[in-house]
Each structure stands twice: as C-alpha cells, then as structure tokens.
C-alpha cells in the first residue's frame, strides 16, 4: 500500500482524507506488530498512531496551502496580499469617509488647508483650492477621524475656516463612509476586475482603473453606442460612469485619460481636466444617490438567543444591503439569508416569522425595493429593527 500523499495533476493539487491517512498507519502498525493488535482510540498505541497520522496530515495540508497561496482564487490573508501584487494592486487598507463639497465664492479666492463642518465631524478640503471664474468649484473633502463617518446631503455647511472670499459651502450628496480593511473576498474580486486594465475595451479598461483609485467602494458603468438618448437618460455615444468613494478630481482623471476620442460623458459631477497639450475637458459622471433602507424583523426568541445575537442580526443585515451593488434592487426574501447569519449556530437560537422593508421616510411593507441606475441603497444597525417575541 502506498503512502497516501498530496498530488498535483493536470486538475490542481489534491489531498487524501484523514481516514485514508488514519488507516494506512494503522496497517503499517499491524504489519510490524501483528493483525492482532487493538488500536482503537481508547488504546495507548491506537492514540500514538492517530498522533502520526495527524501530523502527516497537517503535513499534506501545509502542502495544499502553499500551492493555493499561488493563486489569487485561493490564497488567503498576507498570502493574497502579496500574489495580488503582480496586478499593481495592493489590499486596501482602512480609510477615511469623504464627501463632495460644493464651494461657492469669488473667483480666483485660494482656500489654503480650508475646512468644513457639518456641526459634528470635520471635513478636510484640498491643500489648495481655487474658486474658478464661475464662481463655484466641487471638490472631495475627507473626514479627519478615520471611519465609517456619514454625513446627509446638505448637511456639511459651516465654514470652519474662515477666508476672505470663500462665501458658502454645502454637499449636494450624502458622504461616502470609510472603509475597513479590505476583506480576502472583496480583494479577490478587486483583482480579477483589475486585470481589465489593459484590456483591449475601452469601458473595461476605465472601470478596472476607476476600482484601483483609493477611497473607492463600489462603482458601475452603463455605455449608449446608439444614435439616441438611451432609457437611463445617458446621451448618444456616450458613457456614464457611478462612483461611490475616491477622490473626484482622480476619477475625472481616469476617465479623461483612458476614454475614446470623441466619446462623451455623462453625469451630475463635474470636474475639468486638462490633457499633455493644455486643452481642458470637462468630465462628468455620477455620485451614487445613496438610498437608506428601513428592515424590520419579527422573530420568536428560542433556547439560547441573547441580545448579542440580535445585534449580529443587525450588522448582517445592514451589510447585506451596504454591499449591493450600485442599481441593485433590494430583494425582500433574499434578505432573510443574511437575517438567519447564513445559516450559523446561532440561527438556529431564533425563527423570523416576518420582514418589512422600505425606503427611509416610506412605510414599510413586503415588496421589493427598486433603485435607479445611479442610485445605492445603504443601511447601518439603527436602521434594522428586531420584533422579538
């Protein structure tokens, strides 16, 4: 009988099972020591041979590991990190909430290091910004407390320093919350998107960019190669990018630097760019409208459901509906896997007897919610409420 070991093959590399482990050593125990021989698990030569057999196991296992740390399909943790390298990416690492603040003043006013305030958090715009001859300029501002900070639309309008000429600020959209270190599954599709940058098609190429900048979270872009004004409202030959996160002034410059000649853009953001030769274009694409969903969640408490499980119920749920991609409409019944933890011990601590979902400033009902193709929804735990009885 042979050793059972690790293989690698034209399919990939393959283990055997433990039994198949267990019993080859046993065999090999017999052979030297007679067939007669009691090893089972309550013996003392049956617990040094399953001692044996773990460790080529363990050993065959190792094995496996560092052949899938390789790949970044399969590589895990600081193993991933370092394989996705060779895409020119890197894991995100946590970052701070940012928000677009529209800056209204006179022309030619420099706003050195200026912040804003939105009455709680502080809000960090550019180094430098110059109000334009138009008399107003959007630019990225950044939480100075790394976070998942948020702020509503129109909510970010004090002025924290003062400067002459500087006359309002405000945000037309909701802040785009920080991010926490970037997760293996979430890195894993990061760099598959990434292998799109020198793609061969133009719009791949612009989104696996877009995904690499810093900041960004989830983006979607929609192409009109028609003659005509397509159902998203996107003109003729021309593309729509949805960002949520990043810096816009690096979006802008993504798109202007990797889009087709002639090809127009489309979007409620603005920003000008000026190309190698000193011509400006004005780049346009969308912030996502952040859609908050309400959830509430009727259950039986049964043997061993605690508060801490609620509050998992909660963050599961939120997360769910945080990470639906932007134009993704939000599914009644898809909802109840996350709300059951994906099926872990502990959901099997209570029984969901009911759903509701809505919009925020909506009532809550059983029918499924549906966003526009720029739009995102979102939810933090205060918007998951438990009925427990």
Excluded at 98 to 127: C, E, F, K, Y
Aim: a negative charge; glycine letters at 10%; hydrophobic letters at 40%.
């Amino acid at each position: 009988m042979s050793v059972p070991i690790d293989t690698i093959d034209e399919n990939g590399i393959t283990m055997p099972t433990f039994d198949a482990v267990l019993s080859y050593f046993q065999d090999q125990f017999r052979n030297i020591y007679g067939q007669d021989v009691y090893l089972g698990n309550d013996s003392q030569d049956g617990q040094w041979v399953g001692i044996i057999a773990t460790a080529h196991y363990d050993s065959c296992a190792a094995r496996v590991a560092a052949y899938n740390a390789f790949s970044p399909a399969t590589a895990q943790g600081g193993g991933l990190s370092s394989v996705v390298k060779i895409n020119g990416i890197a894991r995100a690492v946590p970052t701070n909430s940012t928000v677009d603040l529209t800056i209204v003043g006179q022309a030619g006013t420099t706003i050195t290091n200026g912040i804003a305030s939105d009455g709680v958090n502080r809000w960090l715009l550019p180094a430098s910004v110059v109000v334009p001859g138009g008399g107003s300029i959007t630019v990225t501002a950044t939480a100075q407390n790394a976070g998942a900070i948020t702020a509503l639309s129109g909510t970010v309008t004090t002025i924290t320093t003062p400067t002459l000429g500087w006359q309002s600020v405000t945000n037309a959209q909701a802040a785009t919350a920080g991010a926490p270190v970037e997760s293996d599954a979430a890195l894993r599709r990061r760099q598959a998107t990434s292998t799109m940058i020198p793609s061969l098609t133009v719009l791949e190429g612009i989104v696996g960019a877009i995904a690499n900048l810093a900041g960004v979270t989830r983006y979607a872009p929609y192409e009109n190669d028609t003659d005509s004004t397509d159902g998203n409202g996107v003109p003729s030959h021309s593309i729509a990018l949805v960002v949520e996160g990043g810096d816009a002034a690096a979006i802008a410059g993504v798109i202007a630097q990797k889009k087709a000649p002639g090809t127009g853009t489309y979007g409620t953001t603005t920003e000008t760019v000026t190309d190698a030769y000193g011509i400006p274009h004005v780049i346009e694409f969308f912030r996502p409208t952040v859609k908050r969903v309400k959830v509430s969640i009727a259950l039986t408490a049964l043997a061993g459901y605690t508060t801490g499980i609620g509050n998992s119920i909660k963050a599961s749920v939120a997360a769910y509906n945080t990470a639906l991609a932007i134009g993704g409409d939000v599914y009644l019944h898809r909802i109840y896997t996350p709300a059951n933890l994906g099926g872990a011990a502990d959901s099997l601590t209570y029984n969901i007897t009911a759903i509701q979902i809505a919009f925020d400033g909506d009532s809550l009902g059983t029918a499924d919610l549906v966003t526009a193709f720029n739009e995102a929804a979102f939810s933090d735990v205060a918007d998951v409420t438990l009925v427990v009885t």
